[in-house]
């Protein structure tokens, strides 16, 4: 009797961890999905010189329209968004949407917003003291 | 083509239509139109912002669904994180 609840213990083991895997690597493939098309988009949004900043240094710098000395510097990674005026960091800002998006399509959301409302962008970020060093 | 694109946790879910083919109220153009239409109303009622963008022009942000937009991309509501 004991080898036999013994295998059954195993066979429930095995069926979790096969659950559990196929879970996983569908979740992986969805957002790596995800992430492709978002890039693609990105590619579609952003200027070529957009782009090779974003590439190369890990952030966007998108000009502000309100203030001509001010951009936003939108990090490619998770971050805040810094307010650059002048050369100098001068603010922080936290703004996200209410659901989870491809970190591309994050960058475009800065970019859009900043570019077409952006008194609506700065009402409702939160914003944080910055000291640039 | 015009596309409306809805940014989503998927990447993006998107509807194309022929604007050349606007003007003679080709039935394709116009179901696909009417649906596009339907998804901008939705999703502009969970509080997402749409912005139409047309190459070498500023990106605006719109109100109302405009099939003659070269694309149209919509963004989940934000808040201050």
Known sequence: MLPLETLLSWGLVALFCTLLTWITARYIWNTSQAERRAIHLMKEILTPQELRQLFWRGYVDIPSTLAPQRVYRVPRSEGYVQVRENGHTIMGLCLQPIERLPRADIVILHKLMIEAQEEFYLQTANKFRYFDI | ?81
Request: glycine share 8%; proline share 6%.
């Open chain 2, 1 to 81: 083509m015009g596309v409306l694109r809805v940014l989503s946790r998927r990447g993006d879910d998107h509807i194309t239509w022929d604007e050349q083919k606007l003007p003679m109220n080709d039935p394709e153009t116009m179901a696909a139109v009417r649906e596009a239409e339907k998804i901008f109303a939705a999703t502009r009622a969970k509080g997402a912002t749409a912005f139409r963008i047309d190459e070498g022009k500023p990106v605006q942000r719109i109100d109302q669904f405009d099939p003659t937009a070269q694309q149209i991309l919509m963004v989940p509501r934000v808040v201050g994180g």
